[in-house]
């Protein structure tokens, strides 16, 4: 193992009939050396090359020679962030690569229906063990999309498709707590913007309050037991 500003990477050079690249980005480090230790110990990956980040800016460089084959698991910040209008052509030539892309997070089957829509290939549960992990990125790297079925109950949440990504966007970063002062300086857009936007949120999401379009979110994706979970 390589490492360098913050970067891991692996290549393993056991003979193997898959040989392709293979991109984990998430926040908290004990996943992305989790999601690395699955995939390294899996036949199926002994000759890609494995590469781990924090964030979706880190990775940006190493994502432009990813193609056909490849795959990029991502955290629902990372998703979020790769989701921005500044990142659709970023987004869109991954899509038109080829490169299969994956959601480490809970979701229920409307949620799973949002994200397929978005191009999103597959998920990997949080709690998932490590040949579930595995088993579920070859899947993914072979081309096919991978929704297992959810434990979660279906909830009127597939209101959140209504989103733009923008707002989808905003959404998740109050999930994490942010105020607008806070969301408009992460976005670089004005105070007034930001609160445009969560009126156009809670309308569409049927909410008469803010909390209730985060406890939506949350839900379908499950976000509040991985929370619980790691506290």
Excluded: Y
């Amino acid at each position: 193992m390589r490492r360098g500003s913050g970067v891991s990477a692996v290549l393993v050079t056991e003979t193997s009939s898959a040989r392709n690249n293979v991109a984990i980005i998430h926040s908290l480090p004990l996943m992305r050396l989790g999601l690395e230790a699955a995939l390294f110990k899996s036949p199926a990956f002994a000759c890609s090359f494995i590469q781990s980040f924090a964030s979706l800016s880190e990775a940006g460089e190493a994502l432009e020679g990813f193609g056909a084959g490849d795959l990029v698991l991502l955290d629902m910040a990372a998703w979020s962030a790769l989701e921005r209008p500044a990142s659709a052509p970023h987004m869109s030539a991954l899509r038109a690569r080829g490169t299969a892309l994956g959601l480490v997070a809970s979701a229920d089957q409307d949620a799973a229906r949002l994200l397929e829509a978005r191009g999103i290939s597959g998920v990997i549960a949080p709690d998932a063990d490590p040949q579930q992990v595995a088993g579920t990125a070859e899947d993914l790297a072979a081309g096919r999309t991978c929704f297992p079925a959810s434990k979660l109950p279906a909830t009127a949440a597939s209101r959140l498709s209504r989103l733009s990504s923008r707002q989808f966007e905003i959404l998740e970063l109050m999930t994490r707590g942010l105020l607008n002062k806070q969301i408009a300086w992460e976005l670089g857009l004005t105070e007034g913007t930001v609160k445009s936007h969560v009126s156009a949120i809670l309308e569409k999401l049927g909410c008469d309050r803010r909390t209730q379009a985060i406890a939506a979110f949350m839900q379908c994706f499950g976000t509040g037991r991985e929370r619980a979970a790691m506290a």
